[in-house]
């Protein structure tokens, strides 16, 4: 019923956004989690009730996209964009499976693993942060306001961004059953559902490769297709992602039910990098990507330096793209690059600006000079990053043999996410360098947890080479025949051309 | 204008034609990586699978029901001996009794470490008839000291430690 509440306060905003598409589903609850970290800012800052606020900007969000869905009937979720490559006939009828099926694995591998909710743990950081959080903006802005400067209580991290705090709030309030384990299960139902998300951009990069493939088979039709190769891509993408949930929690461990929120923000800011760099740029997806950044944003502190982070990126590539094609200073995407920037900052400055007691992750006078702690990171780092061993020959060896077809398939280079990648573990690794006391107990007590981002990033990412390795029939062989009159790109049943560019 | 890529633009990309074509030893790389990684997928999965499974067990179960029942019984102690909302400290004597008690007084009384403002000093202190051998006791300013009462828990030590 919790969940269902923060579903159906971000369901409206989320269809205009993103469109009617599968990936609606858990991208509604966590957009309703945003809402409530929104209203448990309102009632820190300024005062009132949390579900008052919470139910404002719902019904605020619902109105103005009910309005600009009246205003602009092309962006009626149920009306397909003027474009995008999405392709007819057979090949449509995989795109289609693809989804329904990609949507049922992933949701049997989600249930399998929230079945470790059935020992219902409530960890440390759970009690000591997350409940608590939920506890002062259950109770209002006075105990909230109080407690964000109470110096007796270092451990709950008071300057913590709002958004688990804020849902369980707002699930203790509307269910009125105010038990940690009511809590717990939320923040569990909330890291399944950036999970999902994660996972169903390489559903989305199977479908994306499917209709290339199509696309290049109605270039070749003397040639028919060899069985399977039309639907390779699609399966490929259902089956990585289906495994890549069932990884992304063995990852996380018990920390993916307990009640600790690291696996929301690295899931989330994963599948941005998934929806905003890798795949094509469609705005729906970029959308998807922004509703992720928010919620890795608003998660911790982690989260909101690697969302930054992620944000350039994106900037970087979209204006390094117009620079390219305007020869002028690409002022659209520097706008919305410095805005998402400022909005990630918006909760730091207003905690400074409360007077927030400092966020003291470890106590004590600091220990070991720049050398020593350096060392000591990057061994406990490493021991959690085994994955990595793994993934950067593959993704050398992806680059050298499918380099040609990621390019033919038009996904962006993996290089985006590998600099996102380093990036949130230099920002976490620098953290631990140039931080407060002693390293060792300090890496001891989250290395595990601190390593789930890069870790969940790294098997995306050969997760998405694994299926671009199944789409090499969108590239010519050697030993194809010459292509008499290059083809128009049409599907398979003559359907009209796949757009790939529509204008702005 | 541009075609790049945009809010409503994708990327504008070479068409497969445009690209030279790919000898078969190099399909043949590409698809050993696709191979590579589903397997390593499938022993991540396998092992994610297991972990999982593991965290559901019946032991498990009986573990967290336990800690539950621990901080329950604590919490009504707590209870028993000061009203929610008031201002308590709790002692630090012992660093792993105030973790503890601090994760059960911290929702729902104001903590402080001005011993002069608080009702009274919280302690968790190994006692008969307390939750798992330790019970809430409070010292108050005028040199009470009381019991929580109203709750208890057969057993002998902490439920087991959650991890960090």
Known sequence: MASCALAAAGLLPVLVLVGLRLVSIPLAPLTGAIMAALAAAGCLALGGSVLLWFLGIALVAGLSAAVFVARYPGSRPWVRPSGGARPTGSANRFHRGAGMVGAAVIALAVVGSLSALRAPHIGFDARTIWLLHAVWFTDGHRTALAALSNPAIPFAHASYPPLIGGSVAISWLITGNRSDTLGVVMIALLNACAVSIAAWAVVEVGRHCGSRVAAAHADHQALPPRRGRLEAPYVAGVVVAGLLVLVAFGVAGPFATNGYADLLWSAAAVGAIGFALVLPGRRGDLWVGVLLLSVAGLTKQEGTATAVAIVVLITVRFAHHEWAQLSGVPWRPLGFGAIGVLALGAWPFLMVLLGASQNVAVFGVRQGDLVSRTHQTVVAMSGHLHVLAFAVPIAIAGGIALGQVRRASGLRNDGWAWAALALGAFLVAGTYITGPGNVGFWLDTSVHRTTFFPAICAWWIIGTWAVLGTAQAMVPRTSDPPVEAQGTGRPLDEGPPPVLHHPS | ?164
């Open chain 2, 1 to 164: 204008m541009t075609d790049g890529p945009g809010i409503d633009r994708t990327d504008q990309r070479p068409g497969p034609h445009d690209l030279p074509a790919r000898p078969p030893a190099v399909r043949l790389v590409g698809l050993a990586v696709t191979l590579t990684v589903l397997v390593g997928l499938v022993i991540g999965a396998v092992h994610g699978g297991r972990a999982t499974a593991g965290l559901g067990s019946a032991r498990q179960v009986s573990s967290a029901r336990l800690d539950i029942a621990y901080y329950d019984c604590l919490t009504t102690q707590s209870s028993s001996l000061v009203r929610p909302g008031k201002v308590v400290d709790v002692s630090t004597a012992n660093p792993g009794s105030w973790a503890t008690l601090s994760k059960v007084v911290a929702p729902r009384d104001v903590l402080t470490t001005d011993r002069r403002i608080a009702v009274a000093v919280l302690t968790l202190e190994r006692r008969p008839g307390g939750c798992l051998g330790s019970a809430v006791v409070a010292h108050y300013p005028n040199g009470t000291v009381r019991q929580g009462t109203g709750a208890s828990l057969s057993g002998q030590g902490p439920p087991p430690a959650q991890p960090l």
